[in-house]
């Protein structure tokens, strides 16, 4: 697998109301991270990381671009760079809590149909993968679509900081998630597959995720997805051959800028 490092921006807000309004994708971010202090506004090359991850959801031209924020910092950060963004409450426990509002805050008349759930901290995202990740909803089986690449490094298969997906095959690069999880799954020869953590939900299927309480599994686990699958809720996956770069270490900044740099 490699990571995403290259792509065009593609900054002008003009670019982001030339694309259809039923699809919105939405960047929760908050400065409260743990090991990388006020995260979202780290700069990168002059530019803060969460500018970086606007623009290359821009670029890929699924959907009008909001960033969900609880910090006016944020918020103003993304505004001075041409985009847009809103505020949202300070209390929420997930960033599917956060959009959950955002949307209703954004779309009252409920035109959007899909909304794409993008981490904040991949400054180096493919923007394919936003497409790539909206893809599975074509079938109106699928409740929540998802992303997974091969895992090809040995030690990335026992660590527990790589999520899992097991899933049946449905089609070429294409799967059913059967189940998440920190461990090394399935057993046996075959792939195994690393979960990149971003989403595309209906709707409908995102109010009702919101609705759920927490699962036994998902408390386990620490995985939220494991909410859906236990309410029988069904998410695909595409398979895709490359893996963003997360930013959640010092290290992981400086990997970022020296990917972005080059």
């Known amino acids: 697998m490699s990571i995403a490092s290259s792509g065009r921006f593609v900054t002008e807000q003009k670019k982001q109301t030339a694309v259809p309004q039923e699809t919105l994708v939405l960047i929760p971010a908050?400065?409260?991270?743990?090991?990388?202090?006020?995260?979202p506004l780290a700069d990168i090359h002059g530019t803060p990381m969460i500018v970086h991850v606007w623009r290359r959801a821009v670029e890929a031209n699924a959907g009008r671009v909001v960033v969900a924020t609880d910090s006016a910092e944020i918020l103003e950060a993304v505004t001075a760079a041409g985009g847009e963004s809103v505020m949202t409450r300070s209390d929420h426990?997930?960033?599917s809590d956060r959009i959950h509002e955002a949307i209703t805050k954004l779309d009252p008349e409920q035109k959007v149909e899909i909304i794409v759930n993008?981490?904040?901290d991949l400054p180096t995202l493919d923007p394919a993968l936003v497409t790539d990740c909206v893809a599975p909803l074509a079938s109106e089986a699928t409740d929540i679509a998802t992303?997974?690449?091969v895992i090809s490094e040995d030690e990335e298969r026992t660590n527990p900081n790589v999520v899992k997906v097991v899933g049946t095959p449905i089609g070429a690069d294409r799967l059913r998630a059967l189940y998440f999880t920190r461990a090394t799954a399935p057993f046996g020869d075959?792939?195994?597959y690393h979960h990149i953590g971003i989403y595309a939900y209906r709707r409908a299927s995102l109010e009702r995720f919101v609705s759920l309480p927490q699962a036994v599994l998902e408390k386990r686990e620490k995985l939220e997805q494991l909410r859906a699958l236990e309410a029988n809720m069904r998410?695909?996956?595409?398979?895709?051959?490359?893996?963003?770069?997360?930013?959640?270490t010092p290290a992981d900044l400086e990997r970022a800028r020296r990917l972005i740099a080059s």
Do not use: N, Y
């Not at 908050?30 to 995260?39: D, E, I, Y």
């Not at 998410?235 to 959640?248: A, F, M, R, S, Y």
């Open 190 to 192: 075959g792939p195994h």
């Open 118 to 120: 993008l981490q904040g």
């Open 235 to 248: 998410i695909d996956v595409t398979i895709v051959d490359t893996v963003p770069l997360g930013v959640d």
């Open 93 to 95: 426990a997930s960033g």
């Open 147 to 149: 992303l997974a690449a």
């Open 30 to 39: 908050r400065m409260q991270a743990t090991r990388l202090p006020g995260k």
